[in-house]
């Protein structure tokens, strides 16, 4: 076996741990409305691994998770909502700005309600715009649970998550050997 295959195999398997991690997660806080260490997880995979990576995990981690907690067809904007916090994460990235804690607690709340706003687009197609509104304005608290809560596990994870993704990375296998 080529070590482009082995390469292909340890990123699945890495991926496959990372969408699990993320579904546990998601399950475990279920019980507090909008709180998940998922996005924060999202922005870290993004961050170090890309936006496909990141992208992929949280489409993932969505999908398999409303298997247990209620799957419908507002399964595919949550889908879409982290495909595009993964690419906005991974650009964002690229500037001096996430070096420094608190400019990162900020983008990390951003994405929370940048999240809800693409859900509730969503709904608005469903509901039409007067109602989506107003869907918006009563979920408007929901989306502060989950920024807040992306903070708590972003700064919550920041000293362990980045260094584990960087140690475990899958791209590194085989060059040291």
Not at 55 to 74: I, K, P, Q
Not at 145 to 168: C, D, T
Request: glycine share 8%.
């Amino acid at each position: 076996m080529g070590l482009d295959r082995r390469l292909e195999l340890r990123r699945i398997a890495q991926l496959a741990l990372l969408t699990s991690a993320a579904v546990v997660g998601r399950w475990l806080f279920a019980f507090v409305p909008n709180v998940q260490p998922v996005t924060s997880m999202v922005i870290f995979i993004s961050l170090i691994y890309g936006m496909c990576d990141g992208a992929l995990v949280g489409m993932l981690t969505m999908l398999v998770s409303n298997l247990f907690l209620g799957m419908g067809w507002w399964t595919i904007p949550q889908m879409l909502a982290y495909a595009l916090i993964a690419v906005l994460s991974a650009l964002w990235g690229k500037t001096a700005l996430k070096n420094k804690r608190i400019m990162s607690a900020i983008w990390a709340a951003a994405m929370g309600y940048f999240y809800g706003i693409i859900v509730t687009l969503a709904q608005i197609l469903h509901l039409g715009l007067a109602n989506g509104w107003i869907y918006y304005l009563n979920g408007l608290s929901f989306d502060t649970y989950h920024a807040l809560g992306n903070v708590a596990f972003y700064l919550l994870l920041l000293p362990i998550f980045p260094n584990l993704l960087q140690r475990f990375d899958y791209r590194k296998a085989g060059k040291s050997a």
